[in-house]
């Protein structure tokens, strides 16, 4: 099951050859799982409503241009913001049982991009730079290993495996011509 309302505003406005604009959102999210089958594996806590998870976030954006005149353009957009976890990834095996990534938090996400935009009328250029910075994140995956486990008598055993990290920090940079 899940939940999720936003709201969000944004407003532009134009001063001669520079033009602003201003954004804002306003989110929340919640959402559980909900058991239909009890897993053998996993009795207590694959049937029924699970563990509620439910986040606030929010999200700015700015941003302004600058127009030389009408070909040559100058730019520079930012943000900050946080984004809920996605559903899917925020289990550690949804389709067996109820159990919440531990730690699981809202990930951070804060970038800015500039650049020039060339438009003439026979030909149009843009150079673009850009870095996204994502804090707090996680990485879930699951995956069939052939050497999965040590078994009681230390032979090694095949078997599903669910590999999660948390506190994922990731950040993406570059630039576009």
């Known amino acids: 099951h899940i939940q999720n309302g936003a709201v969000w505003g944004q407003g532009q406005f134009k001063y001669g050859k520079i033009e602003f604009f201003g954004a ?4 929340y999210t919640r959402f559980w799982r909900e058991g239909n089958l009890q897993n053998g594996r996993f009795p207590d806590n694959s049937l029924g409503k699970g563990e509620v998870f439910s986040s606030f976030n929010y999200n700015l954006k700015g941003g302004a241009t600058y127009k030389l005149n009408g070909r040559n353009y100058f730019y520079i957009n930012g943000n900050y913001g946080t984004q809920a976890p996605f559903f899917r990834k925020a289990y550690v095996s949804a389709r067996s049982r109820d159990q919440l990534v531990d730690g699981l938090t809202s990930m951070t ?3 800015t991009e500039g650049g020039y935009l060339l438009k003439a009328p026979k030909f149009k250029a843009r150079a673009t730079g850009y870095y996204t910075r994502f804090l707090n994140g996680f990485y879930n995956q699951s995956f069939f290993s052939d050497n999965a486990f040590a078994g009681d008598d230390g032979t090694i055993q095949s078997g599903f495996v669910n590999f999660i990290m948390n506190g994922v920090d990731r950040q993406h ?5």
Do not use: P, V
């Open 24 to 27: 804002a959102e306003l989110s």
């Open 173 to 177: 940079m570059g630039m576009e011509l």
């Open 109 to 111: 996400i804060y970038g």
